[in-house]
């Protein structure tokens, strides 16, 4: 059965940095790419980053950009999301997913194209 675990998230300043990780057990793990989202209060659910299964391949929503990178350890399971300068509007709960196989990466924003999900980790960034 998979399972993807998330850890990292926290309070911190603004202009402050967090590391998220997303452990996964019972998937190869190296065979799928891999989302980062986030929930705001009263918000949907949005897109934030996503990388390839080789490692080689990233894409960010444009309000990260330049502020959040995205990494994986294939060897470890885990994939990463390191943001900095962190702003009140990054406030919110972070979710780790797991892309389906056989997805273009044209389509990488898309929740639909996941097919299992963390059950996330509160980020709040104080002004």
């Known amino acids: 059965q998979e399972q993807l675990v998330e850890s990292g998230g926290g309070l911190v300043q603004t202009g402050g940095s967090l590391r998220l990780s997303c452990t996964t057990f019972?998937?190869?793990?190296?065979?799928?790419?891999m989302g980062w989202f986030r929930q705001a209060p009263g918000k949907d659910r949005e897109f934030v980053a996503a990388?390839?299964?080789?490692?080689?391949?990233?894409n960010f929503a444009d309000s990260v950009k330049g502020r959040f990178t995205v990494s994986r350890d294939n060897a470890k399971n885990t994939a990463y999301l390191q943001m900095n300068s962190l702003e009140p509007e990054d406030t919110g709960s972070y979710y780790c997913?797991?892309?389906?196989?056989?997805?273009?990466?044209?389509?990488?924003?898309?929740?639909?194209?996941?097919?299992?999900w963390g059950q996330g980790t509160q980020v709040t960034v104080l002004s």
């Open positions: 990388i390839s299964a080789s490692g080689s391949t990233t």
């Open positions: 997913a797991r892309r389906a196989l056989g997805e273009m990466w044209g389509s990488v924003s898309s929740e639909k194209t996941y097919g299992s």
């Open positions: 019972g998937l190869t793990f190296s065979a799928y790419a």
